[in-house]
């Protein structure tokens, strides 16, 4: 079979994507496929619809329309009452484009994908999610740079082809022409994992076969990864908006606390601390339980940066002390810090305290405040006794005279050991589920 072009029956059409097309728009493309020119605008508003108002999250709707011309007969322009057909394809480049964002980081703002075909040569709806994405794109980098958001909330990358059976024979992106004839007709809307989000077919000739349906599935994959490609060409550096490791700040300025829990995190995320995401503010920690003040220093972090906030709060407590120094435990002795003042002090109180009272746990709570306002906990403890004299060199804090139950202290430890078997690991392996979504 020849087709239209002479393309192969895997071929896509040429495709050309220009970039802040117009000057105007947030973000901007005019998305070039064979004979179908759409322009993609993205518009933001800084609200969103009543049914989303308190709750943290953004919304993205988009509009589609073909110009009067677009098809070479004039073509009525939409008036209060829209074209079914206009209302069906907004819909469609509305579910798919939400697909690319994590709204929770979008914040309560809404950004509209406009896109208005200027020439219909078929496959104008997958042009436009494919050209929306783009626009998308743009909107978001031109918010980071004005400082209304703190990182890209774009979490796939989305793209749209159109795949179908001519004259028996399975082709990618079909024109109008092939269109108009097709037995069988599909559209694709794919991520970068190659995962669908929208996949339409239609045998409108005759029905279509299990093997053909596999063949059709196969160009329409084939055609989403080079349309992938094409995007991010046109996209250039921005193209690191896409999908990029999420940011988590550490609320601490204790270093070996941050070198514990980044060791923790591994390199699923951008680790930084406070001071690197330029939080240099004195926190109040003012609440009876290290819960209240994980949540206290996590909020205060992701509300002065935008970004997501990890904050623990940990300390010793001594049954034989009714739970002392607890939430005073880093300032036991009246200074913040100062770790040889709070030895010395927990000793001089535990002096008459036969060895089989002397124990003890270590407890971390954490607290992950997102952008969104929700703040998720978990809770760690490990168990162990308080020595008479101090062992190990390591560690920091009360660390030489707790006693594990291997009859090592944490200061003689391996900080491979304890990260494995400390609060904090026991909190992390905790609070990791509620990281998967991130």
Same mark, same amino acid.
């Given at each position: 079979?020849?087709?239209?072009?002479?393309?192969?029956?895997?071929?896509?059409?040429?495709?050309?994507?220009?970039?802040?097309?117009?000057?105007?728009?947030?973000?901007?493309?005019?998305?070039?496929?064979?004979?179908? &020119?759409?322009?993609?605008?993205?518009? *933001?508003?800084?609200?969103?619809?009543?049914?989303?108002?308190?709750?943290?999250?953004?919304?993205?709707?988009?509009?589609?329309?073909?110009?009067?011309?677009?098809?070479?007969?004039?073509?009525? &322009?939409?008036?209060?009452?829209?074209?079914?057909?206009?209302?069906?394809?907004?819909?469609?480049?509305?579910?798919?484009?939400?697909?690319?964002?994590?709204?929770?980081?979008?914040?309560?703002?809404?950004?509209?994908?406009?896109?208005?075909?200027?020439?219909?040569?078929?496959?104008?709806?997958?042009?436009?999610?494919?050209?929306?994405?783009?626009?998308?794109?743009?909107?978001?980098?031109?918010?980071?740079?004005?400082?209304?958001?703190?990182?890209?909330?774009?979490?796939?990358?989305?793209?749209?082809?159109?795949?179908?059976?001519?004259?028996?024979?399975?082709?990618?992106?079909?024109?109008?022409?092939?269109?108009?004839?097709?037995?069988?007709?599909?559209?694709?809307?794919?991520?970068?994992?190659?995962?669908?989000?929208?996949?339409?077919?239609?045998?409108?000739?005759?029905?279509?076969?299990?093997?053909?349906?596999?063949?059709?599935?196969?160009?329409?994959?084939?055609?989403?990864?080079?349309?992938?490609?094409?995007?991010?060409?046109?996209?250039?550096?921005?193209?690191?908006?896409?999908?990029?490791?999420?940011?988590?700040?550490?609320?601490?300025?204790?270093?070996?606390?941050?070198?514990?829990?980044?060791?923790?995190?591994?390199?699923?995320?951008?680790?930084?601390?406070?001071?690197?995401?330029?939080? $240099?503010?004195?926190?109040?920690?003012?609440?009876?339980?290290?819960?209240?003040?994980?949540?206290?220093?996590?909020?205060?972090?992701?509300?002065? +940066?935008?970004?997501?906030?990890?904050?623990?709060?940990?300390?010793?407590?001594?049954?034989?002390?009714?739970?002392?120094?607890?939430?005073?435990?880093?300032?036991?002795?009246?200074?913040?810090?100062?770790?040889?003042?709070?030895?010395?002090?927990?000793?001089?109180?535990?002096?008459?305290?036969?060895?089989?009272?002397?124990?003890?746990?270590? *407890?971390?709570?954490?607290?992950?405040?997102?952008?969104?306002? $929700?703040?998720?906990?978990? $809770?760690? +403890?490990?168990?162990? *006794?308080?020595?008479?004299?101090?062992?190990?060199?390591?560690?920091?804090?009360?660390?030489?005279?707790?006693?594990?139950?291997?009859?090592?202290?944490?200061?003689?430890?391996?900080?491979?050991?304890?990260?494995?078997?400390?609060?904090?690991?026991?909190?992390?392996?905790?609070?990791?589920?509620?990281?998967?979504?991130?």
């Amino acid at each position: 079979m020849s087709r239209p072009g002479n393309r192969q029956p895997n071929e896509l059409r040429k495709c050309d994507i220009i970039v802040d097309f117009v000057g105007t728009a947030d973000g901007s493309c005019l998305i070039s496929t064979g004979g179908t &020119r759409v322009i993609c605008t993205a518009s *933001v508003e800084e609200s969103v619809p009543p049914f989303l108002k308190g709750k943290g999250v953004g919304w993205l709707t988009a509009e589609y329309a073909m110009l009067p011309a677009s098809t070479g007969r004039r073509k009525a &322009r939409d008036g209060v009452k829209k074209d079914g057909r206009s209302v069906e394809i907004s819909r469609l480049i509305g579910r798919a484009l939400r697909q690319a964002v994590d709204r929770r980081f979008l914040g309560e703002r809404t950004i509209t994908i406009d896109c208005d075909v200027l020439e219909a040569d078929g496959g104008t709806r997958t042009a436009s999610i494919t050209g929306g994405f783009v626009a998308l794109c743009c909107a978001i980098d031109k918010l980071i740079r004005q400082g209304k958001l703190a990182e890209s909330p774009i979490v796939h990358q989305i793209a749209a082809v159109s795949a179908g059976i001519v004259s028996d024979e399975p082709c990618l992106d079909l024109c109008y022409v092939e269109d108009s004839a097709a037995q069988t007709d599909m559209n694709f809307v794919m991520d970068e994992t190659g995962a669908f989000i929208e996949l339409q077919g239609t045998g409108e000739g005759r029905a279509f076969t299990k093997a053909e349906l596999q063949q059709i599935l196969a160009l329409g994959e084939k055609g989403i990864r080079e349309l992938h490609q094409k995007q991010r060409e046109a996209l250039g550096d921005r193209s690191q908006l896409i999908a990029p490791r999420r940011t988590i700040v550490l609320a601490s300025n204790n270093a070996h606390k941050i070198f514990e829990l980044s060791e923790m995190l591994d390199d699923r995320f951008h680790v930084i601390s406070m001071q690197e995401a330029g939080f $240099e503010e004195e926190i109040d920690e003012n609440g009876d339980t290290f819960e209240a003040n994980a949540i206290i220093k996590a909020k205060a972090v992701m509300k002065s +940066t935008g970004l997501t906030a990890l904050a623990d709060d940990s300390g010793l407590a001594v049954d034989a002390l009714d739970g002392e120094p607890g939430v005073h435990s880093a300032r036991y002795a009246g200074v913040h810090g100062d770790d040889q003042a709070n030895n010395d002090l927990l000793i001089e109180k535990l002096k008459d305290v036969p060895a089989e009272d002397r124990t003890a746990q270590f *407890v971390c709570a954490m607290a992950l405040a997102l952008p969104n306002g $929700e703040v998720r906990t978990a $809770e760690g +403890t490990c168990p162990g *006794v308080i020595t008479f004299t101090p062992r190990g060199n390591g560690g920091f804090g009360y660390d030489p005279y707790f006693e594990y139950l291997s009859g090592e202290t944490f200061a003689e430890m391996a900080q491979e050991e304890k990260n494995r078997i400390s609060h904090r690991a026991h909190a992390m392996q905790a609070m990791l589920p509620q990281l998967e979504d991130l």
